[in-house]
């Protein structure tokens, strides 16, 4: 079969796509910029890429019209858009005028479970996806909605949120909606429950409610995970949190974002319980249990084969898609420090060393200092350091890398660009490029904003000259780790 897969960039299309290729389909992957696909992962032949954006509804003329089903997977969650409903609408309107007049047999979308209240009453999260759902089935194609609630696996961003808590806090000062019912349920389940509805006659033009095995407080949540993992946590809830206050607490505490803290803490005061369970009938699998689902994350980051993370979309931070096309750094109306360091050592250990830099590796020299910038960047509303990255040694365009973004990632040339995604009073971009006379040039560009961009960035030029000189030094072999 040939099959549309939207949001195949996306955390749940990079978990998805495997199983679909490996059931022999083939997959037509929609995606914004084609250089963020990691093409080394999957065999080309029963994939074709298409770069368009739903919200642009020229760019999908490209689409087939030979398509058997097509999957929804499209959902900014935690964008920060102020127009996110009116955005979300306008998506889900111009991809099913986009597939009318083709041979389309069904879309399938993965929306949230929808609590019995009033839509003036929901979440604008919920809200938006109880608009898609309704968008999507006034087209002539049959629509089968699978409604999940928290999905728990290694990337997920509830998963990282509970890491996060559990890991750093031993005593925890919480809001009330710890107390909330939810019913996870495990990637792996989410994953089989979407493929086992593709073309189920059964499940043609209906709505499904999908959960895991238990239901569960978020508080039970975090108390499982610790238990799960060896650790004693205490948690005090108080009924005095605002929702504003609950999101803040999320942010300073975890790798999230404001926005998508905001829009996790407006959810999370509504249970998320199956009403029922009529997807057990028609596509039957083993539901992992929650310590199930978390003994299986860590499986997949301790062998660092974690396919997708919430942070590597665009939106989990303050980047703006345009500059993915923007290779180069401006080079008008700049400020730059820019080093060149003969390579002492290989110049594949030089390159391996830049291609691990951050996350758990830290940044080679002053890793106080990267540290401290993280906390400051926090602290004004920026990312901060503790996104981290995908995976120790690999990096694809867009991946997020602490507060950076990666823009270019050409590991047989040797070059690598990031953008600053931390709050500075411009535009600033670290590149790093191996030359073929065996040395290592390393340019920090910055585009100030106005007089306090040019204050900032001569008030920052001291520590330039120590961090960067050292961590060239450090790429190359030149000298040994700086503590």
Same mark, same amino acid.
């Given at each position: 079969?040939?099959?549309?897969?939207?949001?195949?960039?996306?955390?749940?299309?990079?978990? /998805?796509?495997?199983?679909?290729?490996?059931?022999?389909? +083939?997959?037509?992957?929609?995606?914004?910029?084609?250089?963020?696909?990691?093409?080394?992962?999957?065999?080309?032949?029963?994939?074709?890429?298409?770069?368009?954006?739903?919200?642009?509804?020229?760019?999908?003329?490209?689409?087939?019209?030979?398509?058997?089903?097509?999957?929804?997977?499209? +959902?900014?969650?935690?964008?920060?858009?102020? +127009?996110?409903?009116?955005?979300?609408?306008?998506?889900?309107?111009?991809?099913?005028?986009?597939?009318?007049?083709?041979?389309?047999?069904?879309?399938?979308?993965?929306?949230?479970?929808? %609590?019995?209240?009033?839509?003036?009453?929901?979440?604008? *999260?919920?809200?938006?996806?109880?608009?898609?759902?309704?968008?999507?089935? $006034?087209?002539?194609?049959?629509? !089968?909605?699978?409604?999940?609630?928290?999905?728990?696996?290694?990337?997920?961003?509830?998963?990282?949120?509970?890491?996060?808590?559990?890991?750093?806090?031993?005593?925890?000062?919480?809001?009330?909606?710890?107390? !909330?019912?939810?019913?996870?349920?495990?990637?792996?389940?989410?994953?089989?429950?979407?493929?086992?509805?593709?073309?189920?006659?059964?499940?043609?033009?209906?709505?499904?409610?999908?959960?895991?095995?238990?239901?569960?407080?978020?508080?039970?949540?975090?108390?499982?995970?610790?238990?799960?993992?060896?650790?004693?946590?205490?948690?005090?809830?108080?009924?005095?949190?605002?929702?504003?206050?609950?999101?803040?607490?999320?942010?300073?505490?975890?790798?999230?974002?404001?926005?998508?803290?905001?829009?996790?803490?407006?959810?999370?005061? *509504?249970?998320?319980?199956?009403?029922?369970?009529?997807?057990?009938?028609?596509?039957?699998?083993?539901?992992?249990?929650?310590?199930?689902?978390?003994?299986?994350?860590?499986?997949?980051?301790?062998?660092?084969?974690?396919?997708?993370?919430?942070?590597?979309?665009?939106?989990?931070?303050?980047?703006?898609?345009? *500059?993915?096309?923007?290779?180069?750094?401006?080079?008008?109306?700049?400020?730059?420090?820019?080093?060149?360091? %003969?390579?002492?050592?290989?110049?594949?250990?030089?390159?391996?060393?830049?291609?691990?830099?951050?996350?758990?590796?830290?940044?080679?020299?002053?890793?106080?200092?990267?540290? /401290? $910038?993280?906390?400051?960047?926090?602290?004004?509303? &920026?990312?901060?350091?503790?996104?981290?990255?995908?995976?120790?040694?690999?990096?694809?365009? &867009?991946?997020?890398?602490?507060?950076?973004?990666?823009?270019?990632?050409?590991?047989?040339?040797?070059?690598?660009?990031?953008?600053?995604?931390?709050?500075?009073?411009?535009?600033?971009?670290?590149?790093?490029?191996?030359?073929?006379?065996?040395? /290592?040039?390393?340019?920090?560009?910055?585009?100030?904003?106005?007089?306090?961009?040019?204050?900032?960035?001569?008030?920052?030029?001291?520590? +330039?000259?120590?961090?960067?000189?050292?961590?060239?030094?450090?790429?190359?072999?030149?000298?040994?780790?700086?503590?």
């Amino acid at each position: 079969m040939k099959i549309l897969l939207t949001g195949a960039n996306g955390y749940i299309g990079l978990r /998805l796509l495997p199983s679909l290729l490996e059931a022999g389909h +083939h997959v037509v992957c929609l995606v914004r910029d084609r250089r963020r696909f990691p093409f080394q992962d999957f065999a080309e032949e029963n994939i074709t890429l298409i770069e368009a954006d739903l919200l642009d509804p020229d760019s999908l003329k490209a689409l087939p019209k030979d398509l058997d089903a097509a999957y929804y997977l499209v +959902h900014s969650m935690g964008a920060g858009s102020e +127009h996110f409903l009116d955005l979300e609408k306008q998506a889900a309107q111009n991809f099913g005028a986009a597939l009318r007049g083709s041979r389309l047999q069904q879309i399938i979308y993965l929306s949230g479970i929808v %609590p019995d209240i009033s839509d003036s009453e929901l979440s604008p *999260h919920l809200r938006s996806r109880h608009q898609v759902e309704d968008i999507l089935s $006034r087209f002539s194609i049959p629509v !089968t909605t699978l409604r999940a609630p928290i999905i728990v696996g290694s990337g997920s961003a509830s998963f990282e949120i509970i890491r996060d808590l559990v890991e750093k806090l031993p005593i925890m000062i919480a809001p009330k909606w710890l107390k !909330t019912r939810c019913q996870p349920i495990g990637i792996r389940n989410v994953v089989c429950y979407l493929q086992g509805v593709l073309l189920q006659p059964a499940t043609l033009g209906k709505s499904f409610e999908i959960g895991g095995p238990e239901v569960l407080t978020y508080k039970e949540m975090l108390e499982k995970y610790a238990e799960n993992r060896g650790l004693k946590r205490w948690i005090i809830t108080v009924p005095v949190m605002t929702p504003r206050l609950s999101s803040y607490w999320l942010f300073f505490v975890t790798s999230t974002s404001f926005p998508l803290a905001q829009a996790l803490v407006a959810s999370m005061r *509504h249970e998320v319980i199956c009403k029922e369970n009529q997807i057990h009938s028609i596509v039957s699998q083993d539901l992992l249990s929650y310590d199930e689902a978390i003994d299986r994350a860590f499986v997949k980051i301790a062998q660092n084969r974690v396919p997708s993370t919430w942070y590597d979309a665009l939106a989990s931070g303050t980047f703006d898609n345009s *500059h993915l096309h923007q290779i180069r750094p401006p080079e008008f109306g700049v400020l730059t420090d820019k080093r060149s360091f %003969p390579i002492i050592d290989s110049v594949e250990k030089t390159r391996q060393r830049v291609w691990s830099i951050g996350g758990k590796t830290g940044w080679y020299t002053y890793d106080w200092a990267w540290l /401290l $910038r993280g906390k400051i960047d926090r602290l004004f509303g &920026g990312t901060g350091i503790r996104r981290g990255r995908r995976h120790p040694t690999d990096l694809n365009s &867009g991946d997020a890398l602490d507060f950076w973004r990666v823009i270019v990632a050409d590991k047989k040339t040797g070059r690598l660009l990031l953008f600053a995604e931390m709050k500075v009073p411009g535009e600033a971009w670290l590149e790093w490029r191996i030359t073929d006379s065996d040395e /290592l040039i390393q340019t920090a560009t910055f585009r100030p904003s106005g007089l306090l961009g040019r204050l900032y960035w001569y008030s920052v030029l001291p520590f +330039h000259f120590l961090i960067f000189r050292s961590l060239g030094k450090t790429l190359t072999g030149a000298v040994g780790k700086i503590d």
